[in-house]
């Protein structure tokens, strides 16, 4: 599909403003299970798996599962309906310091392992959302993309989870006892912003709201709050959808001719524009952002 196609359908199908309430999708990456603490690591997946109501995707790390119970994991993820997705074999970004032939081997080393899954769907996700810092190398990965058959699975609302995610753990290793729910409303608040954030930016960009891909990570702080999260969002008059869904909106056909490529998509729309500076940030999403907060909190 050319992108003139792409922005033709987005104009002429009725998408989420149709609807009473924005739409998302969870997307949940890297799979880093190892990186959890004991004693919640034994029960992380399932509690994962339990408050997930339809169908999300999986973007695997093949380094973080390459074991029996990294791959128990993703076994269960594709039994369960979920989408197994492409992020690499070793999660490094694609920036100045890996060659895009190098780049393009390691995420071919992962789709070795993902494609094992019946649950396999050809989306790749970069690593820190970074596609590129120079029209060359972007417009490499994006033709290597497509002879493999591969698609970019996107995000447009991105976020933190993986800071808010550290700040705990470290806390947890400094205080085995310490109360692991003083991170809910904290967490829930900036996942409330953020896609507030973005599907404001949606609509100013494109005149209408999409439905939205949510990036959080396979991690300790949404074995314990991924459930208040989603009723929060709903309460909040959200819609979660499935993944695939989303991902077959016409939006993700969309290639942002940003240099340099990455972000949410909804960002490199917007920057693509020239028009909303004022309300873009660089990069879009960081620790430098959220430590403030936490550290207001005493967190």
């Known amino acids: 599909m050319t992108r003139r196609d792409a922005i ?7 998408l989420a403003s149709a609807l009473p309430r924005p739409q998302v999708a969870i997307t949940m990456d890297d799979v880093d299970w190892a990186s959890i603490p004991e004693p919640y690591r034994e029960e992380a997946n399932a509690r994962i798996l339990q408050a997930l109501k339809r169908r999300a995707a999986l973007f695997v790390v093949g380094k973080n599962v390459d074991s029996e119970q990294g791959h128990a994991i993703v076994k269960s993820w594709s039994d369960h309906g979920h989408l197994i ?8 970004a694609f920036n100045n310091s890996i060659d895009p032939a190098e780049f393009g081997q390691d995420m071919l080393r992962c789709d070795q392992l993902v494609r094992a899954y019946s649950g396999f769907h050809p989306l790749f996700r970069f690593p820190a959302l970074k596609e590129g810092t120079t029209r060359e190398r972007r417009d490499w990965m994006r033709s290597f993309l497509r002879e493999h058959r591969y698609r970019n699975g996107a995000v447009t609302i991105d976020a933190s989870d993986w800071y808010y995610d550290s700040r705990l753990r470290a806390r947890l290793k400094e205080d085995p006892k310490f109360d692991v729910n003083r991170f809910r409303r904290p967490y829930l608040a900036h996942i409330q912003d953020r896609a507030q954030y973005y599907d404001t930016l949606a609509r100013k960009v494109l005149g209408k709201t999409i439905p939205h891909t949510l990036l959080i990570h396979f991690n300790l702080l949404n074995a314990l709050f991924l459930g208040d999260l989603l009723e929060s969002l709903e309460k909040n008059r959200w819609q979660i959808i499935d993944a695939d869904a989303a991902f ?6 969309l290639q942002p001719d940003i240099v340099p490529a990455g972000e949410s998509l909804v960002w490199g729309l917007a920057k693509e524009t020239g028009r909303f500076e004022n309300l873009l940030r660089y990069p879009g999403e960081d620790d430098v952002y959220e430590k403030p907060i936490l550290d207001r909190l005493g967190l």
């Open 8 to 14: 033709a359908m987005l104009a002429a199908v009725p």
């Open 248 to 253: 077959n909106s016409p939006v993700f056909q």
């Open 85 to 92: 997705c492409n992020h690499t074999w070793s999660h490094r």
